[in-house]
């Protein structure tokens, strides 16, 4: 079966200095988030937490989010409502033309990626500026993130290196990584100075008190939120907390998940514009509230669960099939697991229902989930939908798969119908090297035993007990 | 507008919502002694490349020769700030020069971006499992004081460390009033995004100095 996936998957496979990047990254995430949980029992019960938090506020979700209107139009954050990409992208473009701006500044935002808003702004001939530094690689070499925490994961230095070699002939070349991040410091710091607009993502928008956190290491994000007259911020609607308390421990599950930091060097509250007394900050605060099917999610108690995600990104560290395909592998805006249940839902079975098979269902995803998604179940469930939906015009394959799926039922529905299909299998061992195929073109392809396990486990007298 | 906000919580509240009671979340904090704290709240600082010093009355002594021993020209800092007269009192004559920022951002953004080469402010609190500096800024010490100069320097008071931010959120009731920004500030800017390894200084200041008196 080829399918775009399967295509893309092959693709990515094929790229030996991708996957060792990616590989060596995950594996120090891996070893960086462990050292940040020591006491497993502490763990268990953060976790705990995180999960009653996130259900708690998707239970009363639109309540808080009239909450959070209310509170941040009290602080002077002006609230906008978008049901899709366009929506939202129309209304950004409203506010920057309102300024007479021609570039915004960006702090890191999947959100901004999700409705393509920079592809966007730049039809529009508003140059939408990248200040993260891997968000910024990613925009030089005009590609998309690989990973939603470190976008730019999957490149090396030595690739870096050139990258910037290309775009600022004026710097020396370097591979060192501190000259790189130096060289990045320089290019932005007129910008930064000079722009007169900023665009954020949210973390978390707390309602009872109006006030959107963004955790970032650089200063961009500050720097993006507190330089300009303008800030607006894009978030989808699921990110709200109903108490500003709540930020304590999903803030420590969210830092110690993604990267193994107690904290991020900032964590910025801000809840509302400059006022009249203050030296700086920006005039007007916006704040963007994005569905684009996210209320539809909401609609399902099970699927539910997919919008507790705090974004930060150990289940892909953590994934075999996101460690060998990357991000680029899947093809979407989120990738890994969480990429897999979410996009599917996001954009319909129709278009990225495949998403689901793109997992071996181990289950490691779910034992890291700070918040308790249970991912491999959510799986499941949409495997089911689309092979439901895959019913009705059902190819030559399907049915094929289906009848095997019957006669397999039917087989192990009985012992001694069972016990005879085994003793036929072992028989026949000698054809699996024909019937596994393609699959043993790259792998050794498994003998099976002569004889049957119950055959040899009765010669040494153990009962079916 | 008004149309798709009401359709958007619409749409939501027809969705079946269900009684899940709020969390009762019990406060995650530390029994440390006062000595504890502070001895943690200096490990973690120093782990993120933070430079701590203990110090006295005379700090602002101390201060002037780090900073004139890292080159640099002058000082900012608020007049208006909690401890400027303390600052400006102790400030010895040879220390590089002291510069007030107390005009609105849009007089002094050339200055601060092409000339300030440090910060200074003091802090609200300080939060010792993760060595983090809490500012509220203020029109007294506006926000980029602690974001553009490429130092930054911080005065706090032993006594002023608590355990965790949960303590401190619910031990200072914040809910009940934030300010326009409060931050969370632990050790000089960083970035990992190349081979994930730390590179300090990207676009925040590339050193911390923490006063701890």
């Not at chain 1, 009705?392 to 087989?411: C, F, Q, S, T, V």
């Not at chain 2, 006295?56 to 007049?79: F, I, K, S, V």
Request: charged residues 25%.
């Amino acid at each position: 079966m080829t399918t775009e996936l399967r295509v893309r998957a092959a693709q990515a496979l094929g790229r030996d200095r991708v996957r060792a990047n990616i590989r060596r990254a995950m594996d120090g995430l891996i070893d960086k988030r462990r050292a940040a949980f020591p006491d497993t029992e502490e763990l268990e019960r953060l976790r705990d937490q995180g999960k009653a938090i996130r259900d708690h506020a998707l239970a009363k979700l639109p309540a808080l989010l009239e909450q959070l209107e209310q509170n941040c139009t009290a602080n002077g954050i002006r609230v906008h409502w978008a049901q899709d990409a366009d929506a939202a992208n129309g209304i950004i473009l409203d506010i920057i033309r309102r300024h007479g701006g021609t570039a915004i500044i960006k702090g890191k935002s999947m959100v901004s990626e999700e409705i393509g808003l920079n592809r966007f702004l730049e039809e529009k001939g508003v140059e939408p500026i990248e200040t993260d530094l891997g968000e910024l690689i990613i925009q030089l070499a005009q590609e998309h993130p690989s990973h939603i925490v470190a976008p730019a994961v999957h490149k090396d230095r030595r690739e870096i290196a050139e990258l910037f070699n290309r775009h600022y002939p004026d710097e020396p070349y370097s591979e060192d990584i501190e000259r790189l991040t130096a060289m990045a410091r320089r290019v932005m710091r007129e910008r930064f100075k000079a722009t007169k607009i900023g665009l954020s993502g949210v973390n978390f928008a707390v309602a009872e008190t109006g006030t959107l956190c963004l955790i970032e290491n650089e200063g961009n994000g500050r720097l993006s939120t507190t330089a300009p007259d303008v800030h607006i911020a894009v978030t989808g609607i699921e990110k709200v907390v109903a108490r500003l308390e709540h930020l304590a421990p999903l803030l420590t599950l969210l830092t110690r998940s993604a990267t193994g930091q107690p904290i991020t060097t900032y964590v910025n509250m801000i809840s509302g514009p400059r006022k009249p007394e203050e030296l700086d900050g920006p005039h007007e605060v916006h704040l963007v509230l994005l569905d684009n099917g996210r209320s539809r999610i909401h609609a399902d108690p099970e699927l539910r669960a997919t919008l507790r995600c705090i974004r930060c990104a150990a289940c892909m560290n953590h994934c075999p099939v996101y460690v060998r395909i990357g991000g680029h592998g899947y093809g979407t805006v989120y990738p890994g697991p969480i990429g897999a249940i979410l996009e599917p839902q996001l954009q319909g079975l129709a278009r990225q229902g495949e998403l689901a098979q793109a997992s071996t269902l181990c289950g490691a995803c779910a034992a890291v989930c700070p918040v308790r998604i249970p991912i491999p179940q959510l799986l499941n469930r949409l495997r089911f939908e689309q092979a439901q939906a895959g019913r009705k015009d059902a190819g030559a394959g399907a049915w094929m798969e289906r009848h095997l799926w019957r006669l397999w039922a039917w087989i192990y529905a009985s012992p001694a119908r069972y016990e005879r299909f085994m003793g036929l299998v072992t028989s026949l061992g000698w054809l699996a090297k024909i019937s596994v195929g393609p699959w043993a073109r790259t792998r050794t392809a498994p003998r099976i035993a002569k004889r049957s396990l119950h055959d040899l486990a009765r010669e040494e007298g153990l009962s079916n007990d | 507008m008004t149309n798709t906000r009401e359709q958007m919580l619409a749409r939501l509240r027809t969705n079946p919502l269900g009684e899940v009671p709020a969390p009762e979340l019990e406060v995650r904090r530390f029994a440390w002694s006062l000595d504890e704290a502070v001895e943690k709240f200096e490990l973690m600082l120093k782990a993120v490349r933070a430079e701590v010093y203990h110090v006295g009355h005379d700090w602002p002594c101390l201060l002037a020769e780090q900073l004139t021993q890292a080159g640099a020209r002058n000082l900012y800092y608020g007049p208006e700030g909690p401890l400027s007269q303390r600052l400006t009192r102790g400030w010895p004559e040879t220390g590089p020069q002291l510069a007030a920022l107390d005009r609105p951002i849009e007089e002094t953004r050339e200055t601060l971006f092409d000339q300030a080469d440090a910060g200074f402010t003091s802090c609200v609190a300080g939060i010792a499992e993760t060595g983090s500096l809490v500012l509220w800024p203020t029109p007294a010490e506006p926000r980029l004081l602690s974001l553009v100069p490429p130092i930054h320097c911080v005065l706090i008071e032993r006594d002023q460390i608590r355990s965790t931010l949960h303590e401190l959120i619910v031990q200072e009731s914040w809910c009940k009033g934030m300010p326009t920004n409060a931050l969370l500030i632990s050790g000089p800017s960083k970035s990992a995004d190349i081979e994930q390894t730390l590179a300090y200084g990207v676009h925040g200041p590339e050193r911390l100095l923490v006063l701890i008196q």
